[in-house]
Structures are given as C-alpha cells and as structure tokens.
C-alpha cells in the first residue's frame, strides 16, 4: 500500500480487482475492511467487460509480446528481462488512449449498473 498512501487520500480509493479468486479471499478481503478501503464487491465486477478494465486489454497485450514467437524462457532474470523489453514496446499513447474514457464508463457503470459499459 504504499504508493496508494504515498499519492492518494485512502478516503478516495476504490480498489477493483478482476475476478481471480485470490483477489477476493478472505484474508484480502478482512485486510481491506480492517483499513476501511473500498472494494467493488465481486457481483457487481462483470466478466468480460476491457471497457471497465482496461489494464485487462494491457495485459493481454503485454503476455503476447512476451510469450510471442519463439520466445522461451528458463529462468526468472530471463522472464524478467523480457516483460521489462517489452513493456518499452507498448505505444504509450495505446495506453493512454485505453485509459481515456475510464471515468465516463465507469460513470456509466454506476448510474446504470455493472454491465451499462460492456459490449458482449
């Protein structure tokens, strides 16, 4: 927690995880409420949905520049070499551009509900 302590006020923060189950296990979920730091609740988070999510699209971009080709790597060094060359390789103005409309689908979201932003 120390980059959200670092550059935002906790009262302001909604964390909102994907759905891995881990995100949602009762040791994170009790570490949370102890700190009074709000989580979207797992049924209100819509599968499926990179337009609430767009790190999801990131990531996805990222795990096949990395594992792409004939990429094969043996060792964590080499993995980690390989995630930080390519994430040099990700236009940021891609990023950006993903992030851009964040807060009007998440607006969406909220005044219409979870799945208001998602296009199945």
Known sequence: MPFVNSYHNIEN?????????????????????????????????????????????????LEEKIYGGDCKVKTIDQLKRRIQQQLKRIAMKSVQAMFSSIRKQLRKIADKGPFAACSF
């Open 13 to 61: 923060v909604l964390f909102w995880y994907d759905l891995a189950s881990s995100h949602y296990a009762a040791s994170v979920t009790d570490f949370f409420e102890e700190k009074n730091i709000k989580l979207v609740p797992k049924e209100k988070n819509p599968q499926n949905c990179p337009q609430a999510r767009p790190i999801e699209t990131i990531w996805q971009i």
